[in-house]
């Protein structure tokens, strides 16, 4: 299983931005999605997770209102929109799966996902 995140810039505080990850083969419609975040010097955290039927929505708290986790499983594909960007936001983004089989619900730790992409990166100037 492959993840191919792309759709990270510049972008000045307030702006937005619309990450996605497409992931190879043909079982992305039974994988949990998470979207993660690591920036500089700190842990990787959690941004945000979509369950494989797409009816199960996790986010962060300082996120909650201002990025939007969708998927579209005809597509292969997982999205972040990231709305009312703050230089805090700045980080390497990456898109991680796990096989629902495992988990009634997306998991919100790092280490409980398999699959994970490359990462793109988001800076977010002031």
């Known amino acids: 299983v492959q993840l191919q995140a792309s759709g990270g810039g510049l972008v000045q505080a307030g702006g937005s931005l619309r990450l996605s990850c497409v992931v190879s083969?043909?079982?992305?419609?039974?994988?949990?999605m998470g979207w993660f975040r690591q920036a500089p010097g700190k842990e990787r955290e959690f941004v945000a997770t979509?369950?494989?039927?797409?009816?199960?929505?996790y986010y962060t708290d300082s996120m909650k209102g201002r990025f939007t986790i969708s998927r579209d499983n005809a597509k292969n594909t997982v999205y972040l929109q990231m709305n009312s960007l703050k230089p805090e936001d700045t980080a390497v983004y990456y898109c991680a799966a796990v096989n629902s089989g495992s988990y009634y619900y997306a998991p919100r730790g790092p280490n409980e996902y398999r699959y994970w992409g490359q990462g793109t990166q988001v800076t977010v100037s002031s």
């Open positions: 979509i369950s494989w039927s797409g009816d199960k929505l």
């Open positions: 083969g043909r079982a992305f419609s039974t994988y949990h």
